[in-house]
C-alpha cells in the first residue's frame, strides 16, 4: 500500500517486519547516525542487484512497518518479489537483513589515554556520589540498545518565565545506544556512600584497599579487590571504599611525592578502563590534592579529556564551597605547574518549585560560562529510591527523567 508524500517527493509504503527485526534496524540505523528510511531503501537496492535469492527468513508475527522510498523503487521492488516467487514482507525482510549485514555495528569508541574523572566538592550532601554513580552507569550502557536521552539543549526549558522546569519533553528526547565503555568507579570517601548504595560492603580493615596502596603498604594486588556491578554486563567495576581513608591524609603526610600517591595506586589497573570516575570526600585535604593531580591532564592527552567535574546545588552555601574549592585546584595549578581542566559544573537536586531561589542560583551558575554548566539534574524520587533498594540508577529507573539527563551529562563530558 502506498500514499504520496509532499514533504521530499517520496512514496509513504506499509508493508510488515517480524518486531525482532524492526528493532535490530533501528538499532543499528542509531549506531550508524543513518535515518532508517535511507537504511531500507539501500538495503531494497541492494537485495534487487542480487543475482539470486537469499535464504528465507522467519516473518511471523510480523507487524505493520511504514518507510518512505524514492517514486517508483517500491513498484520496481514489487515486480521483483514477483519474479523471484517471494512475497513482498519476505523480500523485504531479506531486504533490511542485507543492509545490516552490509553495515555492521561500529567499534565501541575509545580514548587513547583512559580519561580521569574528579567528582567533588568539599561541601556534603550535594550528591556527589550520585552523580559519579549515574554517570558510570551510563558511561557503562549497553551498545546494542537504545536508551532515551535528553538532548543538551533542554537548560533552556529549566528556566521558562514561570519559574517551572518542564518535565521530559519527548520533542527533545532521543533514543540512542549506549556509549559501551569500560568504566571504574573508585569510592574515594571514607563513608563509603559509593559502595553501599551499589550493593557491596566497604572493604574491611586489617585487609587491603586503596589507602594501603596510597600508603606504599600494599597486601595484594589492587585488581584484587575490585568488583562489578551487575546488570552492564562486565563494562562497570568498583573499586569500594574503607573505612581506613579516615587516616589518609596523615598516612600521606609521610609519603614521598604524596601528590601522586593515587595516580601510583591505580596505575596498575587504569589500563583495564576507558574511564575512571572518582568520588572525592567532602574535604580540601592531602586526599583532594592527589585526586585533583591525577585529574590533571598528562603529556599528550586532548584538553578536557580528564579533569574536575564540580557538583553543586542551586542555592547560596554551594556558592561559598565552590569558591573555596576553586581556590585550592587554583593553587594546585599555580604551585605544580599544573594543567588541570574543568569538565564543567553539575547543578544537582533542582527543583524550580522551591522558588526564586532555586530559579535564581541556577541562572547565576549558568552566567559563569568557565566552567560551564554541563547538567541539570532534577531532585526526584527514583534515586532515593535506588539507594533503598541498593540497585544502580539506570538499571532500577532506566527511564526515568534522572537517567535521561545522566545519559546526556555523560555524553556532554564525553564530547
Not at 534496524?25 to 539470486?52: C, Y
Request: glycine residues 8%; hydrophobic residues 40%; charged residues 25%.
Amino acid at each position: 500500500m502506498t500514499s504520496s508524500s509532499t514533504t521530499e517527493d517520496r512514496e509513504k509504503v506499509v508493508s510488515k517486519l517480524p518486531a525482532w527485526l524492526r528493532q535490530a534496524l533501528k538499532i543499528r540505523a542509531a549506531q550508524l547516525a543513518t535515518d532508517i528510511q535511507d537504511a531500507v531503501a539501500s538495503g531494497i537496492t541492494a537485495w534487487r542487484a542480487l543475482g539470486s535469492n537469499l535464504s528465507p527468513i522467519d516473518t511471523s508475527g510480523a507487524e505493520p512497518f511504514a518507510t518512505v522510498l524514492a517514486p517508483g523503487q517500491w513498484a520496481d521492488f514489487r515486480s521483483d518479489c514477483k519474479d523471484r516467487g517471494v512475497s513482498l514482507i519476505q523480500g523485504l525482510a531479506q531486504s533490511v537483513q542485507l543492509w545490516l549485514d552490509n553495515n555492521p555495528a561500529p567499534d565501541v569508541k575509545r580514548p587513547t589515554i583512559t580519561r580521569r574523572v574528579i567528582v567533588c566538592n568539599q561541601k556534603g550532601g550535594v550528591g556527589k556520589t550520585a552523580i559519579t554513580a549515574g554517570t558510570g552507569e551510563a558511561l557503562a550502557e549497553d551498545p546494542a540498545t537504545l536508551m532515551p536521552v535528553r538532548v543538551s539543549k533542554h537548560f533552556a526549558a529549566l528556566l521558562e518565565e514561570d519559574g517551572h522546569a518542564t518535565q521530559a519533553d519527548p520533542l527533545v528526547l532521543e533514543d540512542l545506544p549506549g556509549l559501551g565503555q569500560r568504566v571504574l568507579l573508585v569510592d574515594f570517601d571514607p563513608q563509603g556512600h559509593l559502595t553501599k548504595q551499589l550493593g557491596h560492603l566497604p572493604l574491611p580493615i586489617g585487609g587491603d584497599s586503596l589507602t594501603n596502596h596510597m600508603a606504599g603498604e600494599a597486601k595484594g594486588h589492587l585488581r584484587d579487590v575490585i568488583v562489578n556491578i551487575d546488570h552492564f554486563g562486565d563494562r562497570l567495576h568498583l573499586l569500594p571504599a574503607c573505612t581506613d581513608a579516615f587516616l589518609l591524609d596523615v598516612r600521606l603526610a609521610s609519603v614521598r611525592a604524596r601528590e601522586a600517591a593515587l595516580e601510583r595506586a591505580l596505575a596498575p589497573v587504569e589500563g583495564d578502563y576507558d574511564v575512571v570516575l572518582v568520588d572525592c570526600p567532602p574535604s580540601l585535604g592531602l586526599s583532594m590534592d592527589a585526586a585533583a593531580y591525577y585529574g590533571r591532564r598528562r603529556p599528550d592527552e586532548t584538553p578536557g579529556n580528564s579533569g574536575v567535574l564540580i557538583i553543586v546545588q542551586a542555592e547560596d552555601s554551594s556558592a561559598d564551597a565552590y569558591d573555596l574549592l576553586t581556590t585550592q585546584i587554583e593553587d594546585m595549578r599555580n604551585d605544580l605547574a599544573l594543567d588541570l581542566d574543568y569538565l564543567g559544573i553539575v547543578v544537582n537536586h533542582y527543583d524550580a518549585r522551591r522558588g526564586f531561589i532555586a530559579t535564581s542560583s541556577l541562572q547565576a551558575w549558568m552566567d559563569i560560562k568557565d566552567p560551564r554548566v554541563v547538567g541539570v539534574i532534577g531532585d526526584l524520587k527514583e534515586q532515593k529510591e535506588a539507594v533503598r533498594v541498593k540497585r544502580p540508577l539506570l538499571a532500577y529507573a532506566p527511564r526515568c527523567e534522572q537517567s535521561v539527563a545522566l545519559r546526556a551529562l555523560a555524553r556532554e563530558i564525553s564530547k
